[in-house]
């Protein structure tokens, strides 16, 4: 084919540009800086919506654009790159890279079908997260997935998208017949059981190699509390090390790379505030079918001011649950729990990890609901045991606590998994807020408290939080500390401080 | 209150930081950089999801952040912005601002309501509606309300809607009983009537004062191809001036800012290809009401590769105008009208004017279809004058047509608006795309001719784009070209070129 000006058709213009590393923190997306007369594309051209394909030797990354109008900052024959992304690409600066338009991902064909109220095959939902696992959605498209599916989801649907999201990223297998997991959805403050059920469940024997998640909304994840004792970071081998020594671990499951498609969805999910039963059951199964699980006991917190309000809608979730478990061959059991007040006393890292160390330790001064919830629900995952006489779980759990035989297995797991990179302290500003009346403790509002300690630091500042000095039906005198707020930078101290004066999340009767 | 610590609370830290003008240029979202170890608020805190607000004598910014670890590019007590972002904020290098971080909108409570399969009462829709045009919400916030109404909206909430959007942002007001207007809801190539349509209404003498929208994801839109012969940046006054002066004008609605958080609510909605019947309605007619108009032809083209493809489809969204219409005092008449094939020869700004300039001028060359469309538009609008006999209009706007007088109208206009900032030059690079075969053009893909288009560098380069030179009908012999590809950009025009090769978007048969 010739053109009409009498040119041959050149070929695709190859874009390569040479990397110039930038001292630019992205954050949560890959970005990328373009010389507005950039030799490749032009940059104007796409950075509306579309991001452009990075690619070196096989690896690619997709990034929005901004421009830049300093020679000096991005030459037109350079593309800038943060260190992070240049770590994901296995590149270093002065490298030689591929840069072109990224292509809309075709699925998003299917999420229009799927907001025109069809229902989609488990061949276009598996496109879909396919996509979203290799961050080729932006934000923008990741939320309408989401609030798509959030409308109308059928049960196959769910069990598609479960199985969808445990197929991309890694799988672990354990050679083993039986292993057991626990999975809470969160909300309660302080309710940091996972960390004496697994010392409990692996001091018996059962195999437990926990994954669990960072705080992306709250002021603490189990992952952000236990890294006060031990560091997390593992890799997927370096989990299989300590789980081989000690029959289970707590990790951080952000370097093993299961479900990553539900990390994406998560960091769009938990900032819009959106969490319908349907991706609550597809994230956690999809996350358990991924790491190998094949018993698991959910504790959903029923309560006022906790995730799930009613019964009615507890029950809905556990019946989910059961299906899509038993399609995917997983044994669910659904605890109904006391969603009511925050469970123990610390609320943030170090505050939560002091706690649990009390508990672990027989400490007279211990959290008693803590130490009760974290039994009942051991108790459950050992009735597991074919080798346990039926009914003795919860016998058995206490015994093991305070036999301290959990103790030694938390100290194997910590020892295992190498030394925590936080100094435990708590934060050093602190403020008793204090009864504004006599009377009792009728309430505590889980989600002001969550909010309280969120906006005190936690969980970037570890040792900030709040300390629930007095619990509901304790009787108070006017000006006794009800809780104790917990700081270490100034500003989001006195944010904590401020929000707490405005409402303390307790309710006197 | 004292601390436990024994120091009184510190009041809120006063967020000041030193603005330093970086040139970046930071597309459609506000991005702010800032040190990782800024004086005044953590950004590692805040990126992931939240924005900073940036204040300054009352006038504020809402921006992402991203983070710098070099004190040469942003110290900690400073603030990096963009050229255009100093704009916004009526700043300059150097001067102090205010920054905090941005509370989260109280109205997604509501968008998340509507989640929740809620019917969303007039006072939410406008709270949500203020927080949209204050640019208040992410992407993702937009994307999650956009997508949650797409599955269901009452027709009262679609009015709630268009007043809400209508009443965000400026209003004109005229003065004169009779306000005409005209929309096309867009997807067909080269169907540039308004061009056309204006100049014949207002020489007969009906107040049309046209405010039209740049293409998004098209090659062109009106303001695009009207830019060709003349300014359409104008201001709301100027704007005003040249419609007391001309009677009718064609400018982008850009700086008019009418409903501008329906601009918002585009800029999400095109690149994840929605488009609702009630989100178009309500868009349209919330423009419409802002700019004054009292009635309105709607032209709704319906084909198989038009946006509305069934008269289904076509007459389920004209019911929907007219409710809205008759609620809000807009008489809105909706035309179907033949979608199959692109209208005219042109598809790109510079081949789309010359195309306008040729029917106005009289040319024997000038494509018919374009011409018959626009007197029969012109003639439907040309209808609402009481002073014109019932039946008259079809004849009266081809008189105008043909006797120049809508020629010598669109000449005052271009006049009144002032000069065009672009040279008006078909690209220089172009291929002729032959025929295949021997045989008859049965179809031509709309879309598909748009997308080539756009491909070609359209409407960035304003004389890129595609020049139809065989209509749906036409014989053609093998290797006859079938259209002709324009491009000013190397890559582009490739990229176009290659795009052809792959499917043209003829269909002969």
């Given at each position: 084919m010739r053109t009409a000006s009498g040119d041959t058709i050149p070929g695709r213009i190859a874009g390569k540009l040479r990397i110039k590393s930038l001292p630019i923190d992205t954050l949560r997306e890959n970005v990328v800086f373009l010389s507005r007369h950039c030799h490749v594309l032009r940059p104007q051209r796409h950075g509306g919506s579309r991001k452009v394909e990075v690619t070196s030797a096989g690896r690619s990354l997709l990034a929005s654009i901004l421009i830049s109008d300093d020679p000096a900052f991005v030459g037109d024959d350079e593309i800038g790159l943060s260190e992070p992304a240049l770590g994901r690409l296995g590149v270093r600066a002065g490298d030689m890279v591929d840069v072109a338009p990224a292509q809309s991902p075709s699925s998003l064909e299917h999420v229009r079908e799927k907001i025109r109220g069809e229902t989609l095959s488990p061949q276009s939902i598996a496109l879909i997260v396919g996509d979203i696992a290799a961050h080729r959605y932006s934000d923008m498209e990741v939320a309408a997935f989401l609030i798509a599916s959030a409308s109308?989801?059928?049960?196959?649907?769910?069990?598609?998208?479960?199985?969808?999201?445990?197929?991309?990223?890694?799988?672990?297998?354990?050679?083993?017949?039986?292993?057991?997991?626990?999975?809470?959805?969160?909300?309660?403050?302080?309710?940091?059981?996972?960390?004496?059920?697994?010392?409990?469940?692996?001091?018996?024997?059962?195999?437990?190699?926990?994954?669990?998640?960072?705080?992306?909304?709250?002021?603490?994840?189990?992952?952000?509390?236990?890294?006060?004792?031990?560091?997390?970071?593992?890799?997927?081998?370096?989990?299989?090390a300590v789980v081989e020594t000690c029959g289970g671990c707590i990790v951080w499951g952000g370097h093993v790379n299961l479900s990553p498609a539900d990390d994406v969805l998560i960091s769009v999910e938990r900032p819009l505030g959106v969490d319908t039963p349907e991706?609550?059951?597809?994230?956690?199964?999809?996350?358990?079918?991924?790491?190998?699980?094949?018993?698991?006991?959910?504790?959903?917190?029923?309560?006022?001011?906790?995730?799930?309000?009613?019964?009615?809608?507890?029950?809905?979730?556990?019946?989910?649950?059961?299906?899509?478990?038993?399609?995917?061959?997983?044994?669910?059991?659904?605890?109904?729990?006391?969603?009511?007040?925050?469970?123990?006393?610390?609320?943030?890292?170090?505050?939560?990890?002091?706690?649990?160390?009390?508990?672990l330790k027989g400490d007279a001064d211990a959290p008693p609901d803590l130490r009760e919830k974290a039994i009942m629900v051991a108790g459950r995952l050992l009735e597991l045991d074919p080798e346990l006489r039926g009914g003795r779980g919860v016998a058995r759990a206490r015994e093991l606590l305070e036999s301290r035989q959990a103790r030694k297995a938390m100290e194997r797991m910590v020892e295992a998994q190498g030394p925590s990179p936080i100094v435990a302290r708590t934060g050093s500003r602190t403020l008793d807020v204090p009864a504004p009346r006599d009377g009792e403790v009728g309430a505590i509002d889980c989600y002001r408290i969550a909010s309280l300690a969120r906006?005190?630091?936690?969980?970037?500042?570890?040792?900030?939080?709040?300390?629930?000095?007095?619990?509901?039906?304790?009787?108070?005198?006017?000006?006794?500390?009800?809780f104790r707020i917990h700081g270490e930078d100034a500003a989001d101290f006195s944010a904590s401080c401020d929000a707490a004066g405005e409402a303390s999340g307790f309710v006197l009767r």
């Amino acid at each position: 084919m010739r053109t009409a000006s009498g040119d041959t058709i050149p070929g695709r213009i190859a874009g390569k540009l040479r990397i110039k590393s930038l001292p630019i923190d992205t954050l949560r997306e890959n970005v990328v800086f373009l010389s507005r007369h950039c030799h490749v594309l032009r940059p104007q051209r796409h950075g509306g919506s579309r991001k452009v394909e990075v690619t070196s030797a096989g690896r690619s990354l997709l990034a929005s654009i901004l421009i830049s109008d300093d020679p000096a900052f991005v030459g037109d024959d350079e593309i800038g790159l943060s260190e992070p992304a240049l770590g994901r690409l296995g590149v270093r600066a002065g490298d030689m890279v591929d840069v072109a338009p990224a292509q809309s991902p075709s699925s998003l064909e299917h999420v229009r079908e799927k907001i025109r109220g069809e229902t989609l095959s488990p061949q276009s939902i598996a496109l879909i997260v396919g996509d979203i696992a290799a961050h080729r959605y932006s934000d923008m498209e990741v939320a309408a997935f989401l609030i798509a599916s959030a409308s109308f989801m059928t049960a196959d649907e769910v069990l598609s998208l479960t199985r969808a999201m445990a197929n991309v990223g890694a799988r672990l297998a354990w050679g083993r017949d039986m292993i057991v997991d626990k999975h809470c959805i969160g909300g309660i403050p302080g309710n940091r059981t996972t960390m004496i059920v697994a010392p409990i469940v692996v001091a018996h024997g059962l195999l437990m190699p926990k994954t669990s998640s960072r705080a992306i909304t709250s002021p603490a994840g189990t992952a952000d509390t236990m890294e006060v004792l031990a560091r997390v970071d593992l890799s997927a081998d370096e989990m299989r090390a300590v789980v081989e020594t000690c029959g289970g671990c707590i990790v951080w499951g952000g370097h093993v790379n299961l479900s990553p498609a539900d990390d994406v969805l998560i960091s769009v999910e938990r900032p819009l505030g959106v969490d319908t039963p349907e991706q609550m059951v597809a994230s956690i199964l999809s996350k358990k079918l991924a790491a190998g699980a094949t018993h698991l006991v959910v504790d959903l917190p029923v309560g006022p001011t906790a995730k799930i309000r009613t019964t009615d809608h507890a029950q809905r979730i556990r019946k989910l649950f059961e299906f899509i478990g038993a399609r995917i061959g997983i044994a669910v059991e659904v605890l109904l729990t006391d969603g009511s007040a925050p469970i123990g006393r610390g609320v943030g890292p170090v505050l939560e990890a002091r706690d649990v160390l009390n508990v672990l330790k027989g400490d007279a001064d211990a959290p008693p609901d803590l130490r009760e919830k974290a039994i009942m629900v051991a108790g459950r995952l050992l009735e597991l045991d074919p080798e346990l006489r039926g009914g003795r779980g919860v016998a058995r759990a206490r015994e093991l606590l305070e036999s301290r035989q959990a103790r030694k297995a938390m100290e194997r797991m910590v020892e295992a998994q190498g030394p925590s990179p936080i100094v435990a302290r708590t934060g050093s500003r602190t403020l008793d807020v204090p009864a504004p009346r006599d009377g009792e403790v009728g309430a505590i509002d889980c989600y002001r408290i969550a909010s309280l300690a969120r906006l005190a630091g936690a969980p970037t500042d570890p040792g900030a939080g709040i300390d629930l000095l007095k619990r509901v039906g304790d009787p108070v005198r006017k000006g006794e500390p009800l809780f104790r707020i917990h700081g270490e930078d100034a500003a989001d101290f006195s944010a904590s401080c401020d929000a707490a004066g405005e409402a303390s999340g307790f309710v006197l009767r």
